[in-house]
């Protein structure tokens, strides 16, 4: 995958217009549990690496990712404060960076730490924040972003008329991917877990939306498809849908999966998955290598960013207090999220 460089507005270098302190508010996962273990807690501001920006963040993105890390408890080889997202202001840069300069207003994506008053990011994870939106609605774009286009273009392979199903058309990844996909031309297909949600997936650009509540998904696709199937499906729901995944794809098509979901075993049928020569696989973002993150990120630039704030605008359902993160949390387990909640951090400069 290739990429223009990205090239940051222009902002100040002078370090003493954005100050640091040496220790911020951030939120904690204090054990594992539900989101009562969310803490407020004071902790140092981090250190910059060669290679990284320190940003002053304004927004943080919610993800089902930082549920599944508050479940399992402190991290200790990334953070334990969550967060795989932010905006914000740059106040630092490693002595080896120059696309980013010092008042430079970014989205980035982030190894942890996003709900906090400053977070770390490596440079080439960086963004400008799109001329046609805000710096706190930019909050909502990396990380669903990132998650688009790594397991669809990288992973999946996607080719030009392909189709594809996207399993929680409605939250934040399957929000932008709906929009993403059908401004290049491809045939979205959804599900989701309410007939209102169903619509707002088709109203995004879904072809069609179905209710898994409802209907078998598998046999909905294929009568959609006159039969063919779809050809890469986004599954975000653990592993439940191992047999109708399959049997809704068209002939090599992949199935690629987002979540562990508790790791559970995965089964289908192979005797159909052999037939189909299909490819059932999976990714994890955050493992990734910063080279390959970066290489991403310049795609974004390149082609997505021209279409922000047009054919493709994120769907913010919920602002929230940096404090109240563990109610956020309850409302992403609760199923009843839209789109994407943000942390509002600190207020923007301007």
């Given at each position: 995958m290739n990429g223009a460089s990205i090239t940051m507005q222009t902002g100040t270098q002078d370090p003493h217009i954005h100050p640091v302190p040496g220790h911020q508010i951030g939120i904690l996962i204090s054990a594992a549990g539900g989101p009562e273990v969310l803490v407020p807690s004071e902790l140092p501001v981090p250190e910059c690496a060669s290679t990284d920006v320190l940003i002053r963040v304004v927004c943080a993105g919610v993800n089902r990712h930082d549920v599944n890390q508050r479940r399992r408890g402190p991290d200790n080889v990334h953070s334990s404060?969550?967060?795989?997202?932010?905006?914000?202001?740059v106040v630092r840069i490693g002595a080896d960076v120059t696309n980013v300069k010092i008042g430079d207003e970014v989205c980035a994506l982030?190894?942890?730490?996003?709900y906090a008053e400053?977070?770390?990011?490596?440079?080439?994870?960086?963004?400008?924040?799109?001329?046609?939106i805000s710096l706190r609605d930019a909050a909502a774009l990396p990380e669903a972003l990132f998650t688009t286009v790594h397991n669809f273009f990288n992973v999946a392979k996607l080719a030009a008329g392909e189709s594809v199903l996207i399993h929680g058309g409605t939250s934040g990844v399957g929000s932008l991917a709906i929009q993403l996909l059908s401004?290049?031309?491809?045939?979205?297909?959804?599900t989701c877990g309410t007939d209102e949600k169903c619509s707002m997936a088709e109203a995004l650009g879904a072809v069609k939306a179905f209710n898994y509540r409802t209907v078998g998904f598998a046999e909905a696709v294929l009568t959609a498809?006159?039969?063919?199937?779809?050809?890469?499906?986004?599954?975000?729901?653990?592993?439940?849908?191992?047999?109708q995944n399959v049997e809704a794809l068209a002939r090599r098509g992949?199935?690629?999966?987002?979540?562990?979901?508790?790791?559970?075993?995965?089964?289908?049928?192979?005797?159909?998955?052999?037939?189909?020569?299909?490819?059932?696989?999976?990714?994890?973002?955050?493992?990734?290598?910063?080279?390959?993150?970066a290489d991403i990120a310049r795609w974004i630039h390149a082609h997505v960013w021209p279409l922000i704030g047009t054919?493709?605008?994120?769907t913010i359902t919920q602002r929230l207090p940096l404090t109240q993160a563990c109610t956020a949390h309850e409302a992403l387990e609760r199923g009843d999220v839209a789109g994407k909640i943000l942390l509002d951090v600190s207020a923007p400069s301007r």
């Open positions: 404060v969550p967060g795989l997202e932010v905006s914000g202001v982030v190894n942890g730490g996003g400053y977070a770390i990011a490596d440079a080439g994870q960086v963004l400008p924040v799109p001329p046609t401004a290049r031309g491809h045939a979205v297909y959804a498809t006159g039969g063919k199937g779809v050809d890469v499906i986004l599954d975000m729901a653990g592993a439940g849908y191992g047999r992949r199935v690629v999966h987002l979540s562990p979901g508790g790791n559970a075993d995965l089964t289908f049928p192979l005797r159909e998955l052999m037939r189909k020569e299909a490819v059932v696989t999976g990714s994890l973002l955050r493992p990734l290598p910063n080279e390959e993150k054919a493709i605008k994120p």
